[in-house]
Structures are given as structure tokens and as C-alpha cells.
């Protein structure tokens, strides 16, 4: 039986259709988008282990987010690679996990906590083995690789796999990766306007956004 706090985490992740994947070569950029992805509304936020400091830029953003009455937001950690950074995310609070490509001991120790976990596959065969190491979501990377059509391929003989393409993904073909099976998509380096982000206009940048989030349905 699932635990209160899973089945709060699974009901929000399920609504949520669109995961800002934040990579930046700076903390205070990092907190920034996260905050302004809070600003448009989404629910689920993905802070990848690039970051410098980004357990760091978690705890502040759960703090923040806790005072803004946004405690219900799902804060996660991405190119999770091993294990020991798995616990160290985990430690830190992370509501969910995510890893690139197969690392085996992630969706155990996840399940562990209460977190869902997210393992990286590209493959028939990766995708097999993302599901035998207790995976929660396959998260179809790079996506566009392969495309929609590519992650159509691989719902067509993983039916009940719950899917995440992400690399590539931007707000013209989210729609079509919705449409070849997607549950979710992780948008990363084309979810801002790079000019806009460099101004710090955040105006233009939670309106952008939120009407994004709006198109994929969450």
C-alpha cells in the first residue's frame, strides 16, 4: 500500500504534464528559472546535479516554495549517474530522482523514501531493463534522436511504461511527443528565451511559460 506521501507526490506528478529541466553553469541562474517556473504555476521542477551547489539551490527552493504556500511542489534532482549522488539527493529531500541512462540501485533507493524515480533508456533493451530495476517513469533520452516517432515505437510494445522524453523537446512538437504516448516531457534549453533569461525579465519569461504549460494540458 502506498504511503500518504507517495500518493500526494504520484497525484501531483500525474497533473502535471510539463517538467522544467533546469542545467545552468551558475547557482543564482538556477534559482532563478526554478523561481520563475514556480511563477507560472508548475508543479514539478527538475534541478539537474550539473549545477554548482544544487543541493543547495533544493533546500532553498523547498523553503521558498514552503513559505509561498507552493509546499505540494515536487523538487527533483536529473543526471543523477550514481548511486552515492542518488543518496545524497535523497538526503537533501529530493521528491524524485532522475538519471540520463540505467542505473540500476536508483529506483530502489527512491522507493525507499517515498520518491518516484525516473531511469533514463533510449532502447528496446534499455527500456527493459529501466522496467526490471523497478523504474517508476522511463525517461526517453536524448529524444530527439529518435523523435515521436521513436517513443511511438516503444509504447507500442511497453503499453503501461509511463514515458518522459526529454532533450530537444520545445513547445512546437510537445504535442506530437504527447500524441505518440508521452505522460510527461522534460523541457530543458528550449524552455526560455535565452535573451529574456540574460535580462532577468521576468515578465515575459512566467508568460511564456504559463502559456506553455497550458498547451500541454498541466
Not at 31 to 55: D, K, N
Not at 126 to 140: L, S, T
Amino acid at each position: 500500500m502506498s504511503s500518504p506521501t507517495l500518493t500526494r507526490r504520484w497525484a501531483v506528478l500525474r497533473a502535471t504534464r510539463l517538467i522544467p529541466v533546469l542545467r545552468y553553469h551558475d547557482a543564482d541562474t538556477a534559482r532563478y528559472a526554478a523561481q520563475v517556473a514556480l511563477a507560472a504555476g508548475c508543479q514539478a521542477i527538475e534541478l539537474t546535479w550539473t549545477i554548482p551547489g544544487v543541493l543547495d539551490v533544493l533546500r532553498a527552493l523547498r523553503a521558498e516554495s514552503q513559505s509561498a504556500g507552493r509546499a505540494g511542489v515536487l523538487l527533483g534532482i536529473g543526471t543523477i549517474t550514481e548511486a552515492c549522488q542518488a543518496h545524497e539527493a535523497l538526503e537533501s529531500g529530493a521528491d524524485f530522482l532522475v538519471s540520463p541512462g540505467v542505473v540500476a540501485e536508483l529506483p530502489q533507493m527512491a522507493a525507499a523514501v517515498d520518491a518516484i524515480s525516473m531511469v533514463g533508456a533510449f532502447t528496446a533493451t534499455e527500456v527493459i531493463a529501466a522496467r526490471d530495476a523497478g523504474a517508476d517513469v522511463v525517461k526517453v533520452f536524448p529524444a530527439e534522436t529518435g523523435g515521436p516517432r521513436h517513443l511511438g515505437a516503444l509504447k507500442a510494445v511497453f503499453e503501461d511504461t509511463l514515458f518522459c522524453p526529454t532533450g530537444g523537446v520545445t513547445a512546437a512538437n510537445m504535442g506530437d511527443y504527447f500524441a505518440a504516448g508521452a505522460q510527461f516531457v522534460g523541457m530543458g534549453s528550449n524552455l526560455y528565451d535565452k535573451r529574456h533569461l540574460a535580462a532577468r525579465d521576468t515578465d515575459a519569461l512566467v508568460e511564456a511559460l504559463r502559456q506553455t504549460r497550458i498547451a500541454a494540458g498541466g
